[in-house]
Nanobody, 123 residues
Framework: QVQLVEAGGGLVQTGGSLSLSCAAS????????MGWFRHAPGKEREFVAG????????YYADSVKGRFTISRDSAKNTVYLQMNSLKPDDTAVYYC????????????????WGQGTQVTVSS
Protein backbone atom coordinates (compact mmCIF):
# COMPACT_ATOMS: atom_id res chain seq x y z
CA GLN A 1 0.00 0.00 0.00
CA VAL A 2 0.97 3.63 -0.38
CA GLN A 3 -0.20 6.70 1.48
CA LEU A 4 -0.42 10.04 -0.32
CA VAL A 5 -0.45 13.52 1.18
CA GLU A 6 -0.94 16.60 -1.00
CA ALA A 7 0.22 20.10 -0.15
CA GLY A 8 0.60 23.48 -1.79
CA GLY A 9 -2.94 24.54 -2.60
CA GLY A 10 -4.20 28.03 -1.95
CA LEU A 11 -5.67 31.19 -3.40
CA VAL A 12 -4.08 32.85 -6.43
CA GLN A 13 -5.11 35.48 -8.93
CA THR A 14 -5.74 34.78 -12.60
CA GLY A 15 -2.44 34.40 -14.40
CA GLY A 16 -0.60 33.37 -11.27
CA SER A 17 1.22 30.17 -10.40
CA LEU A 18 1.05 27.46 -7.76
CA SER A 19 3.08 24.35 -7.14
CA LEU A 20 1.43 21.28 -5.64
CA SER A 21 3.31 18.41 -4.10
CA CYS A 22 2.28 14.89 -3.18
CA ALA A 23 4.41 12.94 -0.73
CA ALA A 24 4.17 9.16 -0.87
CA SER A 25 4.94 6.73 1.90
CA UNK A 26 4.67 2.97 2.14
CA UNK A 27 5.73 0.81 -0.79
CA UNK A 28 8.50 1.80 -3.14
CA UNK A 29 7.58 5.02 -4.88
CA UNK A 30 9.11 3.85 -8.14
CA UNK A 31 6.54 1.02 -8.30
CA UNK A 32 3.77 3.50 -9.05
CA UNK A 33 2.57 5.60 -11.90
CA MET A 34 1.28 8.85 -10.48
CA GLY A 35 -1.55 11.13 -11.51
CA TRP A 36 -3.18 14.40 -10.62
CA PHE A 37 -6.95 14.81 -10.84
CA ARG A 38 -9.27 17.65 -9.92
CA HIS A 39 -12.85 18.00 -8.82
CA ALA A 40 -14.64 21.30 -9.30
CA PRO A 41 -18.05 22.08 -7.78
CA GLY A 42 -20.86 20.80 -9.96
CA LYS A 43 -18.51 18.87 -12.23
CA GLU A 44 -17.17 15.35 -12.48
CA ARG A 45 -13.67 14.65 -11.20
CA GLU A 46 -11.30 14.86 -14.16
CA PHE A 47 -7.78 13.89 -15.12
CA VAL A 48 -5.19 16.64 -15.10
CA ALA A 49 -1.76 15.05 -15.56
CA GLY A 50 0.08 11.75 -15.18
CA UNK A 51 3.63 10.50 -15.06
CA UNK A 52 5.13 7.07 -15.60
CA UNK A 53 7.11 4.97 -13.13
CA UNK A 54 10.45 6.37 -14.26
CA UNK A 55 9.20 9.82 -15.12
CA UNK A 56 10.10 9.27 -18.73
CA UNK A 57 6.53 9.70 -19.96
CA UNK A 58 4.04 12.38 -19.03
CA TYR A 59 0.40 12.87 -19.94
CA TYR A 60 -1.79 15.96 -19.81
CA ALA A 61 -5.39 16.93 -20.26
CA ASP A 62 -5.84 19.25 -23.22
CA SER A 63 -7.11 21.96 -20.91
CA VAL A 64 -3.79 22.22 -19.07
CA LYS A 65 -1.22 21.44 -21.78
CA GLY A 66 1.42 24.11 -21.98
CA ARG A 67 0.46 25.53 -18.58
CA PHE A 68 0.94 22.64 -16.12
CA THR A 69 3.99 20.42 -15.63
CA ILE A 70 4.08 17.15 -13.72
CA SER A 71 7.35 15.79 -12.37
CA ARG A 72 8.58 13.33 -9.78
CA ASP A 73 11.56 13.10 -7.46
CA SER A 74 12.24 9.51 -6.47
CA ALA A 75 14.77 10.51 -3.83
CA LYS A 76 12.03 12.46 -2.04
CA ASN A 77 9.15 10.09 -2.92
CA THR A 78 7.27 13.10 -4.18
CA VAL A 79 5.34 14.06 -7.28
CA TYR A 80 4.80 17.69 -8.21
CA LEU A 81 2.36 19.68 -10.28
CA GLN A 82 3.61 23.09 -11.37
CA MET A 83 0.66 25.20 -12.45
CA ASN A 84 1.23 28.40 -14.42
CA SER A 85 -1.09 30.89 -16.13
CA LEU A 86 -3.90 29.82 -13.85
CA LYS A 87 -7.49 30.55 -14.79
CA PRO A 88 -10.69 30.64 -12.73
CA ASP A 89 -11.70 27.38 -14.47
CA ASP A 90 -8.74 25.71 -12.73
CA THR A 91 -10.46 26.19 -9.37
CA ALA A 92 -10.98 22.75 -7.84
CA VAL A 93 -9.84 20.30 -5.22
CA TYR A 94 -6.72 18.64 -6.61
CA TYR A 95 -6.03 14.99 -5.83
CA CYS A 96 -2.91 12.93 -6.19
CA UNK A 97 -3.34 9.26 -7.12
CA UNK A 98 -1.15 6.19 -7.60
CA UNK A 99 -1.39 3.04 -9.66
CA UNK A 100 0.96 0.06 -9.83
CA UNK A 101 -0.32 -1.17 -13.15
CA UNK A 102 -1.55 1.78 -15.17
CA UNK A 103 -0.22 5.07 -16.44
CA UNK A 104 -2.76 7.38 -18.00
CA UNK A 105 -5.98 9.31 -17.61
CA UNK A 106 -8.49 6.69 -16.46
CA UNK A 107 -9.14 7.42 -12.82
CA UNK A 108 -10.78 4.04 -12.18
CA UNK A 109 -7.36 2.46 -12.71
CA UNK A 110 -5.76 4.34 -9.81
CA UNK A 111 -5.81 2.43 -6.54
CA UNK A 112 -4.64 5.00 -4.00
CA TRP A 113 -5.75 8.58 -3.47
CA GLY A 114 -4.74 11.49 -1.31
CA GLN A 115 -7.13 13.67 0.64
CA GLY A 116 -6.97 16.57 -1.80
CA THR A 117 -5.86 20.18 -1.66
CA GLN A 118 -7.96 23.19 -2.61
CA VAL A 119 -6.85 25.49 -5.42
CA THR A 120 -8.84 28.68 -5.92
CA VAL A 121 -8.15 31.08 -8.77
CA SER A 122 -9.76 34.49 -8.43
CA SER A 123 -10.73 36.59 -11.44
Amino acid sequence: QVQLVEAGGGLVQTGGSLSLSCAASGRAFSDYCMGWFRHAPGKEREFVAGISWSGGSTYYADSVKGRFTISRDSAKNTVYLQMNSLKPDDTAVYYCAASQSYCGSRQSKYNYWGQGTQVTVSS
